[in-house]
C-alpha cells in the first residue's frame, strides 16, 4: 500500500486540506501528496465508468449504422423492382 501513515489514509479530505493550510511544509507536502493519491484514484474509476459507457454507446451506434445499411439495401431491391416492373407494363416509353 502507499507510504503514508494511517493517519492520513484514515483522514478526511475537509482535515488534509486544513493541515495543509495549517503552513507547516513536511506535513503540507504529506498531505498534498495523499490528496493528490485520492484524486488520481477517484479519476480513475471515473474514466473506467465513461470507457464502460463510451463502448454501450459505440455498440448502439454500431447497431443502428447496420440497420441503416440493411433499409437502403430494401430501398435499393425495391427501387430496381420497380424499374423492372416499370419497363416491362410500358417498353414503348424507352426504346
Do not use: C, Y
Not at 19 to 32: C, D, K, R, T, V
Request: net charge negative; no cysteine.
Amino acid at each position: 500500500m502507499p507510504n503514508f501513515s494511517p493517519n492520513l489514509e484514515d483522514a478526511s479530505d475537509d482535515q488534509l486540506k486544513q493541515g495543509i493550510n495549517e503552513h507547516n511544509p513536511h506535513f503540507a507536502q504529506l498531505e498534498s501528496d495523499e490528496l493528490s493519491r485520492r484524486v488520481f484514484l477517484r479519476l480513475e474509476d471515473i474514466i473506467s465508468i465513461f470507457n464502460k459507457k463510451s463502448s454501450e454507446q459505440t455498440e448502439k451506434l454500431i447497431q443502428l449504422t447496420w440497420i441503416i445499411v440493411g433499409l437502403t439495401v430494401v430501398m435499393v431491391i425495391g427501387l430496381i423492382i420497380q424499374i423492372v416492373i416499370a419497363l416491362n407494363l410500358f417498353p414503348v416509353i424507352f426504346l
